[in-house]
């Protein structure tokens, strides 16, 4: 009889682990967006033109995305106990040596050690298995949504990392910041814990990929997280640039303002998890979508300061918030159990490339066809009205499960 019983699992046991994953999150995306708080000072200190500001930018979101396929799969392997703290350790050395090469003023080696800051970004597709097996499925919408708030980590970045040089200095700053990995690594390796319900995967990381490819939703997630996060990406790590070009701000004006919008995204994300298991997943990311292409064309025709642009930034953020917590509360419903981790590892990846690109764009276009990055804005209207028709129109998934869970 015990052997089959079902296991019990503590509710405090539950909020801790939710905290402690949330709390690494947070921690580790705040060394993924070192680079982007500080990219005015090495455009000046590197004489940078616009196309290499947005690629030093956004480099470290290219490992940040792709890096997350084989992450998931290790965390259906091996739990979340054993990879954030992995993890966390990885990106260490590399937060060093991107003071290395700021402090010789490289380009190539910022581009290089900047490609391996990314590891810290992959820590999203630990968290979203980790917190799904300690909650049952009707309440993933807000477990999802709580953890996905760490990526207030980016708002953490952006309003403390310029004013920690100022007070602490360049190299000290990013001393700190590896301090605080090895002091988080620790803490998630003395205090985590799986949950009693999770069980490893043991099939190869390979066919196990290629199943979560198979995977209608896989693609489906893909697409939406693509612009939700993906726009919030973008913008959280190039908004100090565009502050910069559009508005005139100084590094540390700019990224108090871009810690302003991280907020709001963040605040966003866990009210949009919650909607999900209220609403429906659908109707929440449609209101994300519209409202994100409203405020995209907004901004394009660059509204004055103070208030009608600070309004704007924030509702924007807002609106994306609200898009990446239905995107994962509709996986948490969708994706089996067993390709959880699988499945977040690509459909994060999709979000991570998704603001990979718009940095570039906006870098490539600045001051053409429209003034200021008019041209980037709008196209980023256009996407997002395209995935607003694909919300209803292309994805005709049913969730079946959820009637039966919220009777129980």
Not at 24 to 50: E, I
Not at 204 to 226: C, D, H
Request: charged share 10%; hydrophobic share 55%; glycine share 12%.
């Amino acid at each position: 009889m015990s052997a089959t019983a079902p296991a019990v699992i503590d509710p405090r046991d539950r909020t801790k682990n939710l905290a402690l994953a949330t709390f690494a999150f947070a921690v580790t995306f705040w060394a993924w967006n070192l680079v982007g708080p500080l990219a005015v000072r090495y455009t000046d200190a590197m004489q940078l033109s616009g196309t290499q500001k947005a690629l030093l930018v956004a480099t470290p979101v290219l490992v940040g995305s792709v890096g997350r396929i084989p992450v998931g799969a290790l965390t259906d392997r091996h739990g979340g106990r054993v990879m954030f703290p992995a993890l966390t350790l990885i990106t260490v050395p590399f937060v060093l040596l991107v003071a290395l090469a700021g402090n010789a003023r490289s380009f190539p080696l910022m581009l290089l050690f900047g490609f391996f800051l990314g590891i810290a970004g992959t820590t999203f597709a630990v968290g979203i298995p980790f917190v799904n097996s300690w909650f049952e499925a009707d309440r993933r919408g807000f477990a999802t949504g709580v953890f996905g708030a760490g990526m207030g980590g980016t708002a953490l970045s952006a309003f403390l990392t310029p004013r920690f040089v100022t007070w602490f200095g360049y190299t000290t700053t990013h001393v700190i910041m590896a301090l605080a990995l090895v002091a988080t690594a620790a803490l998630c390796w003395l205090a985590m814990r799986n949950s009693p319900v999770w069980k490893p995967n043991t099939d190869p990381v390979v066919p196990k990929l290629a199943a979560a490819l198979r995977l209608p939703v896989t693609w489906q997630m893909s697409f939406l997280y693509a612009v939700a996060f993906g726009g919030f990406v973008a913008f959280s790590t190039y908004l100090p640039t565009f502050l910069k070009d559009v508005y005139s701000f100084d590094l540390t004006a700019a990224g108090t303002r871009t810690a302003g919008f991280a907020i709001a995204a963040v605040v966003a994300r866990p009210v949009g998890g919650m909607l999900s298991d209220r609403l429906g997943p659908r109707t929440v990311v449609g209101i994300s979508l519209a409202g994100t292409a409203v405020l995209a064309l907004v901004l394009a025709f660059r509204p004055p300061l103070e208030v009608p642009a600070g309004v704007s930034f924030v509702a924007i953020a807002f609106f994306l918030g609200l898009g990446t917590g239905g995107v994962f509360a509709w996986v948490a419903l969708q994706a089996p159990a067993e390709r959880v981790g699988s499945v977040t590892g690509l459909v994060g990846a999709a979000g991570g490339l998704g603001g990979y690109f718009p940095p570039l764009v906006m870098g490539a276009t600045f001051g053409k066809v429209f003034p200021g990055y008019g041209f980037g804005l709008a196209l980023l209207c256009l996407v997002a009205l395209g995935a607003l028709l694909f919300t209803y129109v292309g994805i005709r998934t049913a969730a079946p499960r959820r009637a039966t869970l919220q009777q129980r």
